[in-house]
Structures are given as C-alpha cells and as structure tokens.
C-alpha cells in the first residue's frame, strides 16, 4: 500500500468523508509538532531543525536521504487495512514521506513495512535496488519488530547490531536519564553484587550508567557461567532484563500522567456544536477508556510481577533457577511489556501535546476532533487486549490500578 492524502480522499468517498480527510491533514500536521516518543520516530522533525548543522550529515539514522528525512510510527491497523499482510497482525510499522517538510499539511505517502508487496514498493519509492543487501532495509525490519520507537529501545537496539547514528536522532532528555538511572541504579547494583560479590559495594551510579551502553553486559559475565548460558542466550537475556528495568521505570511515572489524563478526559468540554452521534460517543467513549487504561495498568504490572518475582529469588533468596529462566525466555514478555506501556506513553503525551496546544492557542477541541483523538485511544487500547494471554501473578509490589463501577 501506497497511500496519499489526495488519494485517501478518492477512496472514502461518503458521508463522512470530508472529516475523514480533514482528519488524515490534521494528524499529519499533529506528528510535525510532536517530539519523538514511544509511538513516533520523527526524522522529519530532526531534518527541520538540524539540516543546517555542519555535522547533520555525520552518522545518518538511514543512508537514504529519503528515508533519513521520513517519520516511521507504530500504527494500529484500521479494519480496511488488515489485507494489506498475512495473518492477524494489528499493531505495524508504517513510513510517512512528507511532500514538504516544511508544512506537513500538505500531505504525505505512506508504506507499511513488510506489508504484500514491501519489496517492490520499497524499489519504486524508496529507490532501494539492493533490497536484500540494503542496511536501511535490515533497519526497517528491526524497527518493526520492536514493541515501540521509545528512544532507549531503538538506540539499544541498533547499537546491538553495530548502528550507532548521531544523537540528534534519538534523544534522551537529561532529567528522564537522571530520573531512571537514580531508579536503576539499587536494582543493577544488588545484580552485580550477586555476580561479583561485596567489592562491587557503593558503586550503584556507576553500573546505572551503564545501562546504557553494553558495559553491563561485561560486568553480569560471571553470571553467565553460574547459568550455564551460551553467548548469545546470555546477551538477548540482559537486552530483556535492561528493558524490563526501563519499563519498570516507565510503568511507575505513566501512573501520574494516566491521572491526570483521566481527570481531564472525564471533565473536557469540547466547544461548538455537535450532532447526536458525536455527543452519544463521547459520553460513552469516557468510561471506556477509563477502563480500558486501568486494565493496561494491570496487565502491565503483572508482566513486571513475573520478574520482580525472579529477581528477588535470585538475589534474597539465592534461587538462581527463576532469574535463568526470566533470561531465556524474557524477550517475550518485554515485547508484551513493550506494547502496553508504548500504547499507555502515547495516550498521556498526545493528550498533553493537544491540551496544552488548546491552552496556548486559546482554540478548544471541536466535538469531532476531541472524538477522533478518543477514538485513537480506544482504537490502541481494544489491540491491547485482542487475542492476548492473562497473567496471573498478584504478588505486592505495585499498587494496583483501580477500575471504575458502572
């Protein structure tokens, strides 16, 4: 699929459709003005502000100057785009090539990655010949099979494989690096000290640097051998375990955010007038998503129970087995993990772009628009919970969410 806002426009034909391609304009314009975020990889953003920086061109995201100026974004498949892949996918990967980097509003082409036909849309509009040789391709791919574009994971990820683009692409404000690694930093240090013993005593900020880098990986060697683990099993399991800490991290700072984001979406009054329809979803679409974020919460917190469970096995109780095991098999439950605080980050920062946008343009949301942004909460929230596995683990640790009466 190669779509275009113009193109968009013949294909809805309707009565609906002037929203519909008001809304493609509109949310295109939105992803300029947004930051990068576990949902949206910007480029085109890093392309506005940088392109004029003597070095922009020193260690490029992708080769391809197309693609080194695209937005890539994670992208709940809609009903009439499930045909674009085999099987039951939901949540894709998709590429935006802006006509004008300059005013989005005029309009992009989109490619799923991986979709039917990736190959040959990827030599038509991306210009890539060598497709199967091509290191943006292998980017892509991995990009798609990541849970979410959240700038720790795909840095961490592309360091695994030898990419190491500049840091303009991928930034990490320092407040969130000093925020996590001050979180981090007792839980990698009680790690080591089981690996390495006492001597390793005081030197938590130390080691919770370096859950940035693949220093780590070296210092847990020790533990590698205790697990009789290969290489490579050894390596993919600490990649688990330092996105589990990530999320960790993450899952407890969503939950002041997701307060506020309930607060406000119960209370929001959107100006002007509204047919019937819109009022009648809007009413409806409030306790949904209430819910349907406190059941995120939940799920969430019991993925992290399964390792805080492991974790403290290994290190009160001198049980390695559960932590080898959470090793082996941890890269699944991260995905699981991935998606759930990726959907989760996504609803509170695109609630706070849009009502901090409100605020200073003293514009409130009209009543279709306040609807559409409801609507791609829910439309994240329903894949959550599509064919998913339940978890079951209720140990204390967090504080459960709370999920409404009615």
């Not at 499930?82 to 939901?90: I, L």
């Not at 790690?191 to 070296?218: C, E, F, P, W």
């Not at 009648?280 to 349907?292: E, K, T, V």
């Given at each position: ?9 013949k294909m809805?034909r ?5 929203n519909r391609?008001?809304r493609?304009?509109?949310?295109l ?5 947004t930051a990068?975020?576990?949902r949206?990889?910007n ?18 995201f992708?080769?391809?100057?197309l ?7 994670k992208?709940?498949?809609?009903l ?9 996918r ?14 989005l509003r ?16 990827a030599?038509d509009y ?10 943006d ?13 959240d ?14 683009p ?11 690096l000093s ?7 007792s ?8 690996a390495?013993g ?7 900020m130390?080691?919770?640097n370096?859950?940035?880098s ?7 060697w ?7 683990m290969?290489d490579?099993?050894f ?11 990530y999320?960790?991290?993450r899952?407890?700072e ?21 047919d ?9 679409a409030?306790?949904r998503?209430a819910r349907?974020?406190?059941?995120a919460?939940?799920q ?9 469970m492991a ?12 932590f080898k095991?959470?090793?082996?098999n941890?890269?699944g439950?991260f ?12 609803i509170a920062?695109f ?12 514009k409130p949301?009209?009543?279709?628009e ?13 894949y959550?919970f ?14 459960r969410?709370s999920i409404?009466?009615g």
């Amino acid at each position: 699929m190669v779509s275009t806002a113009r193109r968009n426009y013949k294909m809805t034909r309707g009565p609906d459709q002037a929203n519909r391609v008001i809304r493609e304009y509109r949310n295109l314009a939105n992803l300029g003005q947004t930051a990068a975020s576990t949902r949206v990889l910007n480029l085109s953003r890093v392309y506005r502000l940088h392109h004029k920086d003597e070095d922009y061109g020193d260690n490029p995201f992708f080769q391809s100057s197309l693609l080194n100026r695209c937005i890539i974004l994670k992208h709940t498949l809609r009903l009439n785009e499930r045909h674009f892949y085999h099987g039951t996918r939901r949540t894709v990967t998709k590429i935006i090539l802006p006509y004008d980097h300059f005013d989005l509003r005029l309009g992009a082409s989109s490619i799923f990655i991986n979709q039917i036909g990736f190959e040959q849309l990827a030599r038509d509009y991306l210009s890539i010949s060598d497709f199967d040789k091509n290191p943006d391709i292998k980017i892509l791919r991995r990009l798609d099979q990541l849970p979410s574009l959240d700038p720790f994971l795909v840095r961490e990820t592309l360091a695994r494989n030898g990419h190491r683009p500049a840091g303009i692409y991928l930034r990490l404000s320092p407040a969130d690096l000093s925020r996590m690694m001050q979180f981090t930093s007792s839980e990698i240090e009680r790690l080591v000290n089981t690996a390495l013993g006492d001597h390793y005593v005081g030197a938590s900020m130390k080691l919770g640097n370096k859950i940035l880098s693949d220093q780590l990986d070296r210092e847990l060697w020790p533990l590698k051998e205790t697990f009789r683990m290969s290489d490579t099993e050894f390596a993919e399991g600490v990649f688990a375990w330092r996105g589990f800490l990530y999320y960790k991290w993450r899952y407890l700072e969503l939950q002041d955010r997701l307060r506020e984001v309930l607060a406000g979406i119960g209370t929001y009054q959107p100006f002007g007038v509204s047919d019937e329809r819109v009022t009648d979803y809007i009413l409806s679409a409030r306790l949904r998503l209430a819910r349907g974020m406190a059941r995120a919460l939940n799920q969430a917190y019991d993925v992290l129970k399964i390792y805080d469970m492991a974790y403290a096995d290994l290190v009160s109780h001198n049980k390695p087995g559960p932590f080898k095991r959470f090793l082996l098999n941890g890269s699944g439950l991260f995905t699981e993990l991935g998606e759930i605080i990726g959907t989760l980050d996504h609803i509170a920062a695109f609630w706070s772009f849009r009502m901090n946008r409100a605020i200073q343009s003293g514009k409130p949301m009209k009543p279709v628009e306040y609807a559409d942004v409801l609507m791609d909460f829910e439309s994240g929230l329903n894949y959550l919970f599509e064919d998913r596995p339940s978890f079951s683990v209720t140990t204390s640790g967090f504080l459960r969410a709370s999920i409404p009466a009615g």
